[in-house]
């Protein structure tokens, strides 16, 4: 199977258009344009999933912005993106389709290229916020904070599955998603984007 995008290179960074955190600002938060082929034999749905590998894992850290935080930091993961059951017909997602503009509190529960659309780990990020505080729903792009020595990747890796729905609620998370496939994978592609704020 393989994926490819319009909007980025393999390995390149990602334009601001298609990010949520922007030099000066917010970003544009289109979601990027992907398609794939080759799917195998059988596939009866896909999961797409979008994660930022590089994701500093102190949050006192990252909330101060006098300190730099070094490339050498310990890193987790921070989902930008999860959507399930994604016909088997379904081969490419339009640039912007799924998400365009910051919605405050977050899109609601719905679908991405006809498959459920998961929450994204924004969620628990803005917890607690009155502005910005709900569930977020779909994709929202990378916001790496500007003072993070390292660059940071975004891999978005799709599934092909051999049944046509996962057993998922509605608020699902990536993580959800990743245990409910087990056993069911066909096949994978990825690819990934850069992003970094720092200058």
Same mark, same amino acid.
């Not at 087990?182 to 850069?194: D, M, R, S």
């Given at each position: 199977?393989?994926? &490819? !995008?319009?909007?980025?290179?393999?390995?390149?960074?990602?334009?601001?258009?298609?990010?949520?955190?922007?030099?000066?600002?917010?970003?544009?938060?289109?979601?990027? &344009?992907?398609?794939?082929?080759?799917? *195998?034999?059988?596939?009866? !749905?896909? $999961?797409?999933?979008?994660? /930022?590998?590089?994701?500093?894992? /102190?949050?006192?850290?990252?909330?101060?912005?006098?300190? %730099?935080?070094? $490339?050498?930091?310990?890193?987790?993961?921070?989902?930008?993106?999860?959507?399930?059951?994604?016909?088997?017909?379904?081969?490419?997602?339009?640039?912007?389709?799924? !998400?365009?503009?910051?919605?405050?509190?977050?899109? %609601?529960?719905?679908?991405?290229?006809?498959?459920?659309?998961?929450?994204? /780990?924004?969620?628990?990020?803005?917890?607690?916020?009155?502005?910005?505080?709900?569930?977020?729903?779909?994709?929202?792009? *990378?916001?790496? %904070? *500007?003072?993070?020595?390292?660059? &940071?990747?975004?891999?978005?890796?799709?599934?092909?599955?051999?049944?046509?729905?996962?057993?998922?609620?509605?608020?699902?998370?990536?993580?959800?998603?990743?245990?409910?496939?087990?056993?069911?994978?066909?096949?994978?592609?990825?690819?990934?984007?850069?992003?970094?704020?720092?200058?």
């Amino acid at each position: 199977m393989r994926l &490819h !995008s319009d909007s980025f290179e393999h390995r390149q960074p990602l334009p601001a258009e298609f990010a949520l955190g922007a030099k000066g600002g917010f970003g544009g938060n289109r979601n990027p &344009h992907l398609a794939w082929d080759e799917a *195998p034999a059988g596939t009866r !749905s896909f $999961v797409l999933l979008c994660i /930022d590998t590089d994701a500093p894992t /102190d949050g006192a850290l990252v909330a101060d912005a006098t300190t %730099p935080i070094p $490339v050498a930091h310990p890193r987790g993961d921070f989902v930008h993106w999860a959507v399930a059951d994604i016909p088997a017909d379904v081969r490419e997602i339009a640039a912007g389709s799924c !998400s365009d503009g910051l919605t405050a509190k977050g899109k %609601p529960a719905g679908r991405d290229a006809g498959g459920a659309r998961g929450l994204n /780990d924004y969620t628990g990020w803005f917890a607690g916020d009155a502005g910005m505080g709900g569930q977020y729903f779909g994709y929202d792009g *990378p916001y790496p %904070p *500007p003072h993070d020595l390292r660059t &940071h990747r975004y891999f978005f890796r799709l599934f092909a599955l051999d049944v046509a729905s996962l057993a998922l609620p509605q608020a699902f998370t990536a993580a959800d998603a990743l245990r409910a496939m087990q056993g069911h994978v066909l096949g994978e592609a990825a690819i990934y984007g850069t992003y970094s704020l720092n200058g």
